[in-house]
């Protein structure tokens, strides 16, 4: 079946625009996350979903970074007034179930640049 | 911060050398996860291990998990040119929902 897969692969922005982030997760997946991946770093969490509420927005790094999944399983990720340092590959990954020893299956990334 | 350090950063052997992984963290982990990340793609989990001094293979790959639960290795026995990738151990909390994952290791096996 399907994996998880996220729209655009590439985005290249100007600094202070908008941009959102499409994550489409595998179907019939409850729990869907966030991370953010720096060149030459793990991924760092952002934002957890289980259903349509955000269960866990502690690793958003402040108010410009946003999330939704309205209807439990499509997420898009908004960040207003994006900065240089907002560059970075945007990973999203889903499971069957929230929670720790969950598998979590990941999408290949959005690649933001923000000139 | 990263939570859990990996060593070495890089990796460079030939392809039929063994090779060993590290990662490291000063926290106490319920379970540690291994993934291995190749080139425009997202991490793909290799392993779960949940109980100190557990040791899981998968062909080549053994993990092992630390008797205290802090700290985890990566073994791969004569490595091949297809294990070249980004290698990324990830810890989970009791009560946390997501995985905090370390600094990764990049390994390349040359023919």
């Known amino acids: 079946g399907a994996g998880v897969s996220q729209t655009p692969s590439n985005k290249v922005t100007e600094k202070g625009k908008y941009v959102e982030l499409r994550c489409d997760p595998i179907s019939g997946h409850t729990a869907l996350y966030w991370y953010r991946q720096s060149l030459g770093q793990g991924p760092e969490f952002l934002i957890y979903f289980q259903g349509t509420g955000a269960a866990d927005d502690s690793g958003l790094p402040n108010d410009r970074f946003f999330a939704v999944r309205p209807e439990g399983s499509v997420s898009t990720l908004k960040i207003q007034r994006t900065e240089r340092g907002d560059s970075a590959v945007y990973l999203c990954?889903?499971?069957?179930?929230?929670?720790?020893?969950?598998?979590?299956?990941f999408g290949p990334g959005t690649r933001l640049t923000v000139l | 911060t990263q939570l859990l350090e990996q060593s070495p950063q890089f990796l460079s052997i030939q392809e039929g050398e063994n090779l060993t992984v590290y990662c490291n963290s000063s926290?106490?982990?319920?379970?540690l996860q291994w993934y291995r990340q190749e080139p425009g793609e997202g991490p793909v989990l290799l392993v779960t291990v949940v109980t100190g001094g557990e040791v899981k293979k998968l062909k080549r790959l053994t993990f092992q998990f630390g008797d205290a639960r802090k700290d985890s290795s990566l073994h791969i026995t004569a490595a091949q040119p297809g294990d070249t990738g980004l290698y990324l151990c990830?810890?989970?909390?009791?009560?946390?929902?997501?995985?905090?994952f370390g600094t990764g290791t990049r390994l390349t096996v040359i023919p």
């Open positions: 990830a810890g989970a909390w009791t009560g946390a929902n997501n995985l905090f």
């Open positions: 926290s106490v982990f319920s379970s």
């Open positions: 990954a889903s499971s069957s179930k929230g929670g720790r020893s969950n598998e979590q299956f």
